[in-house]
């Protein structure tokens, strides 16, 4: 967001630049809430699976699949429980900018791979059950969906905003 915007949203709301901020903190704080309890069951879910007596007999393409969507869900929990660990890290340092800053990269970083894993995993599950081609597809499908609702669905309602 712009300078000048951010001052005009502060003047609409009769906001301090430290209440904005508080309020961006919370703001974010409670999309990280809605988010972390799927992606830590997700990983979770994903650390097990080896475990299981079914997992010896995928393929070496499949246990590439399998390792890369483990990767992926592991960095998105930690990019979105990392907002957390800053602000114990930077609690009663007046560092509200930064932190509301830095959380908004990890949450957004979190997100993208957040999405890559669940698309690994709906590619895992469709080659596994219906086959390479099939798993290819669902993939696609899965990352448009998600590339539409998270990115374009986003910057649409950005530039309907500004005109």
Do not use: K
């Not at 704080?29 to 309890?37: G, P």
């Amino acid at each position: 967001m712009t300078e000048n915007r951010a001052a005009q949203i502060r003047r609409e709301r009769h906001e301090t630049p430290t209440e904005q901020l508080d309020r961006n903190w919370a703001d974010l704080l409670q999309e990280l809430r809605v988010v972390q309890t799927g992606v830590q069951l997700l990983t979770g879910l994903l650390l097990t699976a080896v475990f299981q007596s079914r997992f010896t007999g995928l393929s070496g393409y499949e246990h590439g699949i399998y390792l890369s969507t483990v990767c992926l869900s592991t960095l998105s929990t930690a990019l979105l429980i990392t907002p957390v660990a800053l602000h114990r890290g930077l609690f009663r340092q007046h560092a509200r900018g930064p932190l509301v800053s830095a959380g908004q990269v990890c949450a957004i970083a979190g997100l993208a791979l957040l999405g890559l894993a669940v698309t690994g995993v709906v590619l895992l599950i469709f080659t596994v059950t219906a086959g390479r081609p099939a798993g290819v597809i669902a993939a696609t499908i899965t990352f448009v969906v998600f590339a539409s609702l998270w990115t374009v669905l986003p910057m649409l309602l950005r530039r309907q905003q500004r005109e």
